[in-house]
C-alpha cells in the first residue's frame, strides 16, 4: 500500500507486507525457542557459565521473550492495521522506527547518503546538526532511540527502500527536490567502496 503522489503532495511510504509477515514469523519462531529453553531450565555441563548459573540464565531468558515478543507484535500489528512508515509532506518529514516518529522541516537537512548491505538499501537523510535535533527531544524512548540511530548512522532519519512499497528512484528524486545538498560529492553508491556513499 503506497500513496505516489506528485512533489507537492504527502507522499506516505508503507512496509512491504511480506516482509512484515516474514519478521512476525521469524520473531515469533525466536520467541517460542526461548519459551521452550526457559522451560528446559540451566544445564549444569554447559562450557558457558551464563547457561550453568540460573539468575544470569532466566535473566536471558526473559530478555529474550521480551524483545522478540514486542518485535512479534510489532510486526502483527503492521500487518492489520498498516502505518506508513514514513511521510514526506511539502514542509517536512517523518520517519519511524518501532513505532517512534521523528519529524523535522526540510530546511534541518543537507545530504542524503546511501548505506547499502545485503538486505538493505537504506537512505540516511543528514542532518545539519544532528546535536541540536537531539537536544530539543524530550528524555524518553524517543530519545533513546534518537540518539542510538544518530551514532550508528549519523541521523535518526532513515528510509529502508528494501522494506517499503516504492519505486526507490522516485523517492531520491522527491528527497533531491526537497534537500540541498551542502556536502562534498561523492562516488555514485554502484562504484562506490563499501560502507555509507551518496545517493544518486
Known amino acids: 500500500m503506497t500513496e505516489e503522489t506528485t512533489p507537492a503532495d504527502v507522499f506516505k511510504l508503507y512496509p512491504k507486507k511480506h516482509k512484515l509477515a516474514l519478521g512476525a514469523f521469524g520473531t515469533g519462531s525466536l520467541l517460542v525457542l526461548a519459551a521452550v529453553a526457559a522451560g528446559i531450565g540451566p544445564s549444569g555441563t554447559s562450557t558457558y557459565f551464563f547457561l550453568r548459573d540460573p539468575l544470569l540464565y532466566y535473566g536471558l531468558m ?3 521473550m521480551a524483545a522478540f515478543g514486542y518485535l512479534f507484535l510489532f510486526s502483527l500489528r503492521n500487518l492489520r492495521t498498516p502505518k506508513p512508515w514514513a511521510i514526506l509532506s511539502p514542509s517536512e518529514v517523518q520517519t519511524n522506527a518501532f513505532n517512534l516518529y521523528f519529524e523535522e522541516r526540510w530546511e534541518a537537512f543537507n545530504g542524503i547518503m546511501r548505506v547499502s548491505g545485503k538486505r538493505s538499501n537504506m537512505l540516511v537523510l543528514r542532518l545539519k546538526d544532528p546535536q541540536q535535533y537531539l537536544d530539543q527531544l524530550p528524555s ?25 512499497q516504492v ?21 555514485p553508491a554502484e562504484t562506490a567502496a563499501p560502507g555509507p556513499s551518496a545517493a544518486p
Open 62 to 64: 526473559a530478555l529474550a
Open 140 to 164: 524518553g524512548r524517543k530519545k533513546t532511540m534518537a540518539k542510538a540511530l544518530t551514532n550508528r548512522f549519523g541521523s535518526p532519519f532513515l528510509l529502508d527502500l528494501n522494506a517499503l
Open 167 to 187: 519505486d526507490p528512484q522516485q523517492v531520491v528524486l522527491y528527497l533531491q527536490s526537497k534537500i540541498t545538498t551542502e556536502l562534498e560529492p561523492q562516488e
